[in-house]
């Protein structure tokens, strides 16, 4: 009896680290051109896009971030880190097993 309340605990214990460190953060970077604005996230190979806004070229990203990674864009939350008036850095946060 002991040894099946252990494996028990064990398996709980293991789906919930599995939800803990399955979070990701990327970082998104846009910036401020003469023409619009360009996004990309530089840990995804060919993630950019460019927009006339900057609203714009975020949902942009989003959709093609959420293509790249297979993953709900629902699922994906934006984080403002920090930034200039031409480049603003921003945080993808997501849990990769959603």
């Known amino acids: 009896r002991e040894r099946y309340v252990k494996k028990i605990i064990k398996n709980i214990c ?9 979070i990701m953060v990327l970082d998104l970077i846009v910036i401020n051109t ?10 995804l190979n060919g993630c950019e ?3 006339h806004d900057e ?10 971030a959420s293509f790249y ?7 994906i939350k934006l984080d403002k880190a920090h930034g200039t008036k031409k480049k603003q850095i921003y945080k993808l ?4 097993n959603n």
């Open 14 to 22: 293991t789906e919930y680290y599995k939800k803990i460190f399955a």
């Open 34 to 43: 003469d023409d619009g604005y360009t996004a990309e996230v530089p840990s």
């Open 49 to 51: 896009c460019w927009a």
């Open 55 to 64: 609203e714009t070229v975020i949902n942009k990203i989003f959709d093609l």
């Open 69 to 75: 990674l297979d993953v709900n864009v629902k699922k």
């Open 93 to 96: 946060i997501f849990n990769k």
